[in-house]
């Protein structure tokens, strides 16, 4: 039998998830941006951890998931790129 303090634990941490799954099926999936340069901003830090750390653009890249505007737009729209190299990241 496992001891209480680890039992808490476990509870928490099935607890955390079941929030975080709830949190991500209820949220809209965009993220407001206010104006272009912060998307762009945004957009370029992303891919630059991305393309550093796996040598590859996130799987979201194509996705219209950043709100410029009222209008949904992808990482790849806003920098007009859709590589690491093209992006100039590497």
């Known amino acids: 039998m496992l001891p209480l303090s680890r039992l808490v634990a476990i509870a928490l941490i099935l607890l955390l998830i079941v929030a975080f799954t709830i949190i991500s099926i209820f949220s809209t999936g965009l993220e407001q941006v206010e104006t272009f340069v912060e998307a762009r901003a945004a957009c370029a830090a992303?891919?630059?951890?991305?393309?550093?750390?796996?040598?590859?653009?996130?799987?979201?890249?194509?996705?219209?998931?950043?709100?410029?505007?009222g209008e949904a737009k992808s990482c790849a729209d806003i920098m007009g790129c859709q590589s690491c190299e093209s992006c100039g990241f590497i």
Do not use: M, N
């Open 46 to 69: 992303t891919g630059q951890a991305a393309c550093d750390s796996v040598g590859d653009l996130p799987f979201s890249w194509l996705s219209e998931g950043i709100r410029v505007g």
